[in-house]
């Protein structure tokens, strides 16, 4: 007894004091590809701050509405209440940040606008006197940029600051991707949106929603009710109608994500096969069906009218080699996971520089047998995180290190904007 009571003093007293990693102040994440940062900083008061859209954009509303999300978010970037005082500023005070500039070089369509495979994400942000500038050539860069401007500004003591930074930026690869898996348990549509949120604060831009699967099927369809009525885990309580889909697109849409819906066919279709058996093959043992049912049946011309009258549906409710390999978000860790979802490169597998080409990039899955909609946010990031970073910034973005204290800031930044991510690296805090 006596000799564990002497170990667990020396634990105790060999404890550090403090949070295991010391976060960054106002680094990016994903790391952008060129930035030039110096230690001359603005005061960013969001009461008197403002962004200064161009006078003819075709798509007004639709920026308008970006600019407001972004002025949210820089003032809720201030949870300590201010003190009254006069201002004590040090050497390399330079001045009030008063205004964003935007500048987009090419005319937005107009309100409607989709975001599409390859679009342009490019931007470039400077902040080096009273106005900055964000200039993008398409609206989706803007967006792009406009979430590296926010992340910029930090917290010091009670003030906001952002230090003079000059950045280009751009993505990796065009198809940067997460996965959520809605069949094996349901998602309700909030908590979707919230990982939209979450994506557009990293930089992804592609949503693939595993809608349906053998265990269930959730999508409501106007042509084949009965799909959802026989095949869902409930009718009602458990079901994506046409308007939760619609919601679903609009939301992503405003944040630059495409929406993938994949209705998993011709195997894991027993969820179809409760409404209509017939779409399904047959099984046999010894010559004899077994009353199972497996795939469905590609010899009937009536399995493809059916398909074709479903995905004409879909389709109309709103407008690739990928690796996923190594970024199965369901695995089940003990302890952090990011790190091991950092270290995956894309491109690191046996093959020609030609076929490396033809990646065009990768997806975080997140498979849904042990995840619900109480545990699915954490469960997701900041793990999905790693995958966004490896996704867009530059091959050469491996120091670990760096990436720790980095990933430490962005986890708490989520939690602030709402995001649930877990805690990247042990014992520490957020503001």
């Known amino acids: 007894m006596l000799t564990l009571l002497i170990v667990a003093i020396v634990a105790v007293c060999d404890a550090d004091l403090g949070p295991d990693v010391i976060a960054t102040k106002g680094e990016v994440w994903p790391k952008p590809q060129r930035q030039e940062k110096s230690q001359n900083y603005f005061i960013v008061q969001p009461q008197t701050f403002n962004f200064m859209p161009p006078d003819n954009v075709g798509c007004p509303s639709f920026l308008r509405g970006a600019l407001t999300r972004y002025s949210n978010i820089i003032a809720n970037q201030q949870p300590v209440k201010p003190r009254k005082r006069s201002w004590k500023v040090g050497d390399n005070f330079a001045g ?42 398409t609206i989706w ?17 009670d003030t906001l ?43 992804l831009n592609v949503f693939h929603w595993h809608i349906t699967d053998d265990h269930s099927f959730p999508y409501k369809s106007r042509t084949y009710p009965e799909l959802s009525n026989q095949g869902a885990y409930h009718p009602v309580a458990k079901i994506y109608n046409q ?10 849409r405003l944040r630059g994500i495409r929406v993938i819906p994949e209705f998993d066919t011709p195997a894991h279709t027993r969820s179809w096969g409760v409404a209509y058996p017939e779409l399904l093959t047959t099984c046999y043992e010894n010559g004899a069906p077994t009353g199972e049912l497996g795939p469905m049946d590609p010899s009937k011309d ?3 009218d059916f398909l074709t009258n479903l995905f004409t549906e879909v389709t109309k409710a709103g407008k690739f080699a990928l690796l996923s390999s190594c970024w199965y978000l369901s695995e089940l860790v003990d302890g952090p996971d990011w790190n091991i979802f950092y270290k995956c490169e894309p491109l690191d597998f046996d093959g020609s520089d030609e076929q490396k080409k033809l990646v065009l990039g990768g997806e975080a899955c997140m498979w849904g ?8 946010i954490p469960k997701v990031w900041p793990g999905a995180s790693a995958v966004a970073e490896r996704l867009w910034s530059n091959v050469n973005v491996s120091n670990f290190t760096d990436a720790q204290k980095r990933i430490e800031e962005h986890a708490c930044r989520m939690n602030r904007r709402g995001i649930g991510a877990l805690p990247p690296n042990g014992p520490g805090f957020c503001l």
Do not use: W
Not at 105 to 130: K, M
Not at 369 to 376: A, L, M, R, S
């Open 369 to 376: 047998e042990y995840v619900n909609q109480y545990n699915i």
């Open 161 to 203: 600051l952002i230090n003079a930074t000059t950045i280009h930026d751009f993505p990796r690869f065009p198809h940067r991707g997460l996965l959520i898996d809605t069949s094996r348990h349901f998602e309700p549509v909030e908590v979707i949106l919230q990982h939209l949120d979450a994506m557009a604060y990293n930089k």
């Open 96 to 137: 009030f940040l008063e205004i964003l500039n935007i500048e987009l070089e090419e005319e937005c369509p107009d309100e409607d606008v989709l975001p599409g495979f390859g679009d342009v994400e490019e931007y470039t942000l400077t902040v080096t006197a009273t106005e900055g500038t964000l200039s993008a050539p």
């Open 302 to 304: 009536s399995t493809y």
């Open 243 to 252: 308007e939760d889909v619609k919601r679903v697109i609009e939301h992503a």
């Open 141 to 157: 860069g803007v967006l792009r940029g406009l979430e590296t401007f926010s992340q910029l500004i930090y917290l010091e003591e």
